[in-house]
């Protein structure tokens, strides 16, 4: 088990890894990305890191031999998520994220909320 807070599962890295395959030349990586949309405020998004990408204000996280970047700004709504990459029973494949600090979806699971960052000390 890795220490790392946020966890890549064996089945997303494989995927991650399938992905960085066939990305466009020149890809650093992953990057999980949090966008304001839906009901529920945010909605997760994976997306290519190209080449001429500044990753200055990312964090990058490697597991099960897949890295993955997130943005610094989004590292406390993400802290302790795993990635998983799953088949329903209908064969649709999807990346699937379990977000310890969601407080809540949206009926169609398309976005979330998460608690408020907690208030800095004086």
Excluded at 58 to 71: C, K, L
């Amino acid at each position: 088990m890795s220490d790392s807070p946020i966890k890549i599962t064996e089945k997303a890295a494989a995927q991650i890894k399938v992905l960085m395959h066939d990305a466009p030349e020149g890809t650093q990586g992953l990057r999980l990305n949090v966008k304001a949309t839906g009901c529920s405020g945010n909605s997760y998004k994976m997306e290519y890191v190209a080449a001429d990408s500044d990753i200055s204000a990312d964090e990058q996280f490697r597991e099960n031999g897949a890295d993955i970047f997130i943005p610094k700004l989004y590292s406390w709504m993400l802290f302790g998520t795993t990635i998983d990459y799953i088949t329903d029973a209908l064969g649709n494949a999807r990346f699937d994220f379990i977000n310890p600090n969601e407080i809540g979806r949206c009926g169609c699971g398309e976005s979330f909320q998460v608690g408020e960052a907690l208030p800095e000390k004086t």
